[in-house]
Each structure stands twice: as C-alpha cells, then as structure tokens.
C-alpha cells in the first residue's frame, strides 16, 4: 500500500510539473519574489544559482527531471551547479515547487 501511494505522490507530481497547472511568466516570476527564489536565480543570468533557462536545457527530454527537481527544491543540495549548495525550502508550498518546476522546464531559449 505505501508503495502505491508514493506512485501516486509521484505521478500527480509529475502531472502537475509538467504542465497541467502552467503559470505564465510575470505569475512565475511573483510566486519566485514570494517564495524567496529570485534571490539566488533568475531566468537568463546566473546570480547564484544556474539561470532557470540553463536548468531547462539541461533537464530537456528527461522524464524524470520533474519528480527530482521537487525533491531536490524541498531538501536542498549541491554539486550539479558548483560547490555552492542550494538551501532546503521546506517552507515553500508544495504546490508553488510544483508550478515553479514546471514552469522552467517548459522555458526555451
């Protein structure tokens, strides 16, 4: 039972991240302000964090780049980007990591 649950956590995950609830750009870019994102990323330079964009094109065609982009904006990490780690965001809505992955792995150049 525990397994079938997370494969629906995972699949309405999925569903969601990939465009089932796509934010236009100036609702991305106020939910990033709210939910304290643009302070270390922004769409097309690096600040601290890789440029959305450069996440976009790198993720391309990679199913499942939604699932581990959620899991990696909840618990933090490091070393994909460079040695500076991102921070855990567990005070950020699931349902705002959600849109937000979505909505940059649907960016293009």
């Known amino acids: 039972m525990h397994r079938l649950i997370r494969a629906i956590t995972i699949i309405c995950a999925l569903g969601s991240a990939t465009g089932a609830h796509a934010l236009d750009d100036a609702a991305a870019e106020a939910l990033m302000r709210k939910d304290g994102c643009a302070a270390c990323h922004a769409i097309d330079k690096k600040i601290i964090g890789p440029p959305y964009r450069d996440v976009a ?23 994909v980007w460079g040695q ?7 005070q950020t ?3 705002d990591v ?12």
């Open 93 to 95: 809505p699931d349902a």
């Open 84 to 90: 500076v780690p991102m921070p855990p965001n567990p």
């Open 98 to 109: 959600r849109e937000l992955v979505g909505w940059i792995l649907a960016l293009r150049r």
């Open 57 to 79: 094109d790198k993720y391309r065609g990679d199913a499942g780049a939604a699932a581990r982009l959620v899991d990696k904006v909840r618990k933090g990490g490091a070393g």
